[in-house]
C-alpha cells in the first residue's frame, strides 16, 4: 500500500510536468490551430539560456524572469519572420516547418553547449518537506503548474485578448473583418507558448539534467495529456497531465515494465484520437463544408 | 509531370544514358563507392514509399522509420533464426509490412492532418523502446541487436561482394520505381490525388476514400519496409539505436528536398540525407541538423515542389526550341 502511494505521489510529481509542456502547447494550439511538435526543442533551447544567464552569475529569480521574458520575444520573432510566411501554405509544410525547427533548435543547443550532461538548479532544494514522500521541488513543480492554470485559464475565458487569440485561430478572416490585428495576435500567441515552454524547460532541468535530448521523451507524454485532456482546454491540459503522469509509473511499476514506458504514451494517444478525439474536457468542433 | 518527361522523345536518350550509367556504375568506381551508392539507391526506395503515402495522398507520417525497421528486423530474424537465404526474405518482408501498415491505416481513416502526424510521430519517439524490449529479445537481440554475414554473389560469379549486392538492390529499385510510375500514371493514381486535394469530391466522385487510404498506407508501409530489409542486408547488421526518430525525420527531409508528389525526386532526396551527413560531420557533428534545418526552411518557402522541380524546369529550358 506504501509503495501503491508512492508511485501515485511520483505519478503526479512527473505528470505535473507533463501538464506544463501540455499547457504550452494548447496555448498555441488555441491561438494558431497549430500542433507545435518543435515546442519541447524551444523549451529545451529556452533552459540552455538561462543556464547560461545563472552560470554568468545572474541569480536564480532574475534568470528565470528574464529567461521567460527572451523566450517570449524569441517566440515572437519567430512566428513573425518564420512561421508568418506560411499562414496560408498547405498543412504539410507547416508540418515541415515544425520538423525543421525541431531539428534546427536541436543542432544549435548541441553546437552551442554542448553534449555534456549540466547540472540545474532549483530554488526550492535547501528546503525539506519532512516527508520522503514527495521532494520539495516536486511541490513547487505542482505550485506553479497550478499556477500557470489559473493564469491561462483566466486569459483565455475572461480576458479580451484572450477571445481575440481563440477568435483569430477559429477563423482569422471574420476577425480581421471586425478588426483584431490577426498577426500580432498570432504572434503573441507564438511568444506566450514560447515562454509557458521555457517555465516548464527550468521546472523539468533540476529532475533530468539539461542534454538536448531531454525533451524527447517528455514531449511524447505531453502529446498524449494535451490529447487525453482535450487539445483546446489548459484545465484538461491539467488533468491529462496528472493522469498521464500517474499511468505512466503505475503500468511502469506493476503491468508492462519499465521497458514499455514510452509506447503507454503511443496506446494513449492512438486510443484518445481514435476514441475520443476532443479528449476529456475539449470541445467537439464541427467545421461546415 | 514526371510521365511527360519520360514520354517526351527529346529526353528518352538521356533516359537510356542514365539507365547505362546506372547498371555500369560499380565497373567503374571502388567497393566503397559502390557500397555508397547502394544506400543510396536503398534510402530513395524508403524515400519513395513516404512520398506515395504523404505527397501524393497527403496522410503526414512522421512515423515511417518504424516500418524500415519492421522491415530490417523481420528480414534480419528470417535470416538469423530461420536460416532463410537473403533474397528470399524480401517477399516476405513485403507481405508483412504491407499488412501493418494496412492495419495501421484503419485508425489512420479517423485521424486527420496534425492528429496523424502526431501520431506516427509518437510511433517513431516509441520504435526503439520495442525494439529493445525483453519479451523480443530472444528474436531481435535486445541492444545488441543482430549481426549478420555478407552475402555472396551467386552461381559462384567472380565479382566483389559490394557489387554484387550493388545490382541485387538496383533490380528492386527499378521494380519498385516503374510499378510506382504505372500505378499513379493511370485511373488509380488521379484517385489517390483527388483524394489527397478534395477528399469530398473524390468521395462524390464514386472513389472508396477508406480503401484507397488504408491501402496506400500498406503499399507505403511495404516500399519503406522492403527499403528497411535491404538496409539489412547491405548493412549486414541491425539494432534499435538505428531506427531512432531522427530516421523518420530524415525520410521525410527527403521527401522534402527531393519534392513532394515526385517520384524520381527521391533519388535527390535520398542522395541528400545520406551525403550531407558524410560532409558536414567533418565541421562539426551539429552542423548536419543546423543545414538540413535550413535546407527545408527555404525549401519549403522558396520551391515547395522540391529539387526535382528545378531539375525539370532547367530541363525544359534548355530544351526548348527557339520559336
Known sequence: MDQLLHQVVNGLATGAIYAVIALALVMNFNSTGHINFAQGEMAMFSTYVAWTLIAMGMPYGVAFLVTVAISFVGGMLLERFVLHRFRNAPLLSVVVVFIALFLGFNAVAGWIWGPVLKDFPSPVSSYKTGTSLVGAHELFVGAVAGAMLLLLYGFFRFTTLGLKMRAVACNPTSSRLVGIRVSWTLALGWGLAASIGAVAGMLIAPLTFLDPHMMTGILLYAFAAALLGGVDSPPGAVIGGLVVGVAENLLGAYVVGAELKMSVALVIVVLVLVYRPQGILGRVTVRRV | ?323
Not at chain 2, 539507365?19 to 547502394?38: E, G
Not at chain 2, 510511433?123 to 523480443?136: D, G, N, R
Not at chain 2, 527555404?298 to 524546369?313: K, Q
Request: aromatic letters at 12%; hydrophobic letters at 55%; proline letters at 5%.
Open chain 2, 1 to 323: 509531370m514526371q510521365s511527360q518527361m519520360i514520354k517526351t522523345s527529346s529526353s528518352r536518350p538521356l533516359v537510356a544514358a542514365v539507365c547505362m550509367l546506372a547498371i555500369l556504375l560499380p565497373l567503374f568506381v571502388s567497393d566503397f563507392r559502390s557500397f555508397q551508392v547502394t544506400q543510396i539507391l536503398v534510402y530513395a526506395i524508403a524515400v519513395l514509399g513516404l512520398n506515395l503515402l504523404t505527397g501524393y495522398n497527403g496522410q503526414i507520417s512522421l512515423g515511417h522509420g518504424a516500418f524500415f525497421a519492421l522491415g530490417a528486423y523481420v528480414a534480419a530474424i528470417l535470416m538469423d533464426k530461420a536460416g532463410v537465404p537473403y533474397w528470399a526474405t524480401i517477399p516476405v518482408v513485403a507481405a508483412v509490412c504491407f499488412v501493418v501498415g494496412f492495419i495501421f491505416g484503419l485508425p489512420a481513416l479517423r485521424l486527420a492532418g496534425h492528429y496523424l502526424a502526431l501520431a506516427t510521430f509518437s510511433l517513431a519517439l516509441a520504435t526503439p523502446q520495442l525494439l529493445k524490449h525483453p519479451a523480443l529479445e530472444k528474436w531481435t537481440g535486445g541492444v545488441q541487436g543482430i549481426f549478420l554475414s555478407k552475402p555472396q554473389p551467386p552461381f559462384g560469379l567472380a565479382m566483389s561482394q559490394d557489387r554484387w549486392l550493388y545490382w541485387f538492390v538496383l533490380l528492386h529499385v527499378v521494380v519498385l520505381f516503374v510499378c510506382a510510375a504505372n500505378l499513379l500514371r493511370g485511373p488509380v493514381g488521379r484517385a489517390i490525388r483527388a483524394i489527397r486535394d478534395q477528399p469530398l469530391a473524390a468521395e462524390t466522385a464514386g472513389i472508396d476514400n477508406s480503401r484507397f487510404k488504408t491501402t496506400v498506407f500498406g503499399i507505403s508501409a511495404m516500399y519503406t519496409g522492403i527499403a528497411g530489409a535491404l538496409s539489412a542486408i547491405v548493412l549486414q547488421f541491425v539494432s534499435p539505436d538505428s531506427f531512432t526518430m531522427f530516421l523518420s525525420i530524415y525520410f521525410l527531409v527527403g521527401v522534402v528536398v527531393g519534392g513532394v508528389g515526385s517520384i524520381w525526386g527521391a533519388f535527390l532526396g535520398a542522395a541528400f540525407i545520406l551525403i550531407v551527413p558524410n560532409l558536414s560531420s567533418e565541421v562539426s557533428k551539429s552542423a548536419t541538423g543546423m543545414l538540413y534545418a535550413m535546407v527545408l526552411l527555404l525549401l519549403i518557402w522558396r520551391m515547395p515542389n522540391g529539387l526535382w522541380s528545378g531539375v525539370l524546369w532547367m530541363w525544359r529550358a534548355a530544351t526548348r526550341r527557339p520559336a
